[in-house]
């Protein structure tokens, strides 16, 4: 048995990532497991506290799963020194008068991406909680994929030599919802509730690039709302007011060229979800959340275009599988361990509300240039 505890709001628990991702794959597993692992060998348990709206709801997930404490009452839970982190997991659009609140109350922080729906917003929380010395934490999920961790191993190792462009391919089909349910929550197709495809892949592109290739220092995008009328899980049309698909070209420090697609409203014809290929002087690699295969310079074809001869050359197999080499779990989980330390032990945590800002910019100003059509150039973010 662990001889201490450590008390979590999880506010949003109902959500399709609350539930899924932060309750169930993160905070029960981590339960499930005696609790996180410190530095000392000693472990601490954690134990939720479920908030929402719906005290159906709550009381049917507490039930399920065996946890003691839920409220429609996030004040109180505030004001319970029980209760040492708030963890965010609201519609965007819900999510800075939480977190502000979480801040005044002294917690520390965990929060879903984007802190804010506006880099104003996003920029006054970080600067809101140093001035209160409360720990804050931005999920940065996609830089814990086992395939940007193999991605990560290749840079760290030199493999690409001089890394010259980066090409990711996001996104898959979205259903209207007329004959068939849509498999996202309709707010996303409408900007007035905080959808929108840049506003929630942009913070992501923006801790990818700047952790793995450099900073950001300039973008362009080119936004459509592909899709005009939605329906909703009522059943009821809606006018899609929201970017559904996004392409966008960043320029990085260091002189790196990416170039991202995002889009729900296409079919995939690729091995995941989403896909990045990476070229450099010495070698290529292309990986999705999963896989990870590379094609060194020594064992690169020499291809010579000519229309009129059919090419039979099979360019899959001239790429070599990375292999896994440990063990990867839930990136969801594996973060929230390192920020549970963070809050904990003090560990190191650069994933904070101010990386967290950087990406609402990059949003934002992705936003504009698709309004202006424009590049705009983005400046360096501090408190
Ligand atoms: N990290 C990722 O990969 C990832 C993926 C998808 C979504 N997200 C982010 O997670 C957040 C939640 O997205 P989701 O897809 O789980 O949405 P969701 O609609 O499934 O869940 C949202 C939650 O917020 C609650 N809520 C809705 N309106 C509210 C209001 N006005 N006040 C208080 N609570 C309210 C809902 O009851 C629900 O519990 C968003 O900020 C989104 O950007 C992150």
Redesign the pocket.
């Known amino acids: 048995m662990s001889e201490s505890t450590i008390g979590i709001i999880m506010n949003?628990?109902?959500?399709?990532?609350?539930y899924r991702q932060h309750l169930l794959r993160s905070i029960l597993a981590i339960r499930e497991q005696g609790g996180v692992l410190l530095s000392d060998g000693s472990r601490v348990q954690v134990e939720p506290i479920l908030v929402?709206?719906s005290e159906a709801k709550l009381k049917e997930l507490a039930e399920r799963h065996d946890i003691a404490d839920y409220t429609t009452d996030l004040d109180a839970a505030l004001a319970d020194d029980h209760w040492q982190i708030y963890a965010d997991?609201?519609?965007?659009?819900?999510?800075v008068p939480a977190l502000k609140k979480a801040i005044a109350a002294g917690k520390a922080i965990y929060t879903?991406?984007?802190t804010a729906e506006s880099f104003e917003d996003a920029l006054e929380l970080a600067r809101l909680a140093k001035e209160a010395g409360i720990k804050n934490g931005v999920?940065h999920?996609k830089l814990y994929l086992p395939g940007l961790r193999k991605l990560k191993r290749l840079i760290d190792s030199g493999f690409f030599g001089r890394i010259l462009s980066v090409r990711g391919e996001f996104g898959y089909w979205v259903f209207e919802g007329d004959w068939q349910p849509a498999q996202?929550?309709s707010?996303n197709y409408r900007s007035e509730d905080g959808g929108g495809i840049i506003v929630?892949m942009f913070p992501?592109w923006n801790y990818v690039l700047e952790n793995l290739f450099g900073r950001v220092k300039t973008v362009y995008a080119q936004t459509a709302t592909e899709i005009p009328e939605r329906v909703d899980e009522n059943g009821d049309a809606y006018t899609a007011t929201a970017d559904d698909a996004a392409y966008a070209v960043f320029q990085l420090d260091g002189g790196v060229t990416a170039q991202l697609n995002s889009s729900w409203t296409t079919r995939v014809n690729r091995d995941e979800l989403v896909e990045f290929q990476v070229d450099g002087t010495h070698g290529s690699a292309v990986v999705g959340l999963f896989g990870c295969k590379i094609q060194p310079r020594n064992a690169t074809p020499k291809p010579v275009w000519n229309p009129d001869i059919p090419d039979t050359h099979d360019y899959d197999a001239d790429w070599i599988e990375v292999p896994d080499n440990e063990v990867f779990e839930n990136g969801f989980k594996v973060q929230w361990e390192e920020f549970l330390r963070h809050v904990l032990e003090d560990a190191p945590n650069e994933y904070d509300f101010l990386s967290g800002a950087r990406g609402v910019l990059l949003a934002e100003e992705g936003l504009k240039s698709a309004a202006s059509g424009q590049r705009i150039e983005l400046p360096a973010v501090s408190i």
């Open positions: 949003g628990a109902s959500g399709r990532m609350g929402g709206r997991f609201l519609v965007t659009k819900a999510r879903e991406k984007p999920v999920d996202r929550p707010w929630d992501h």
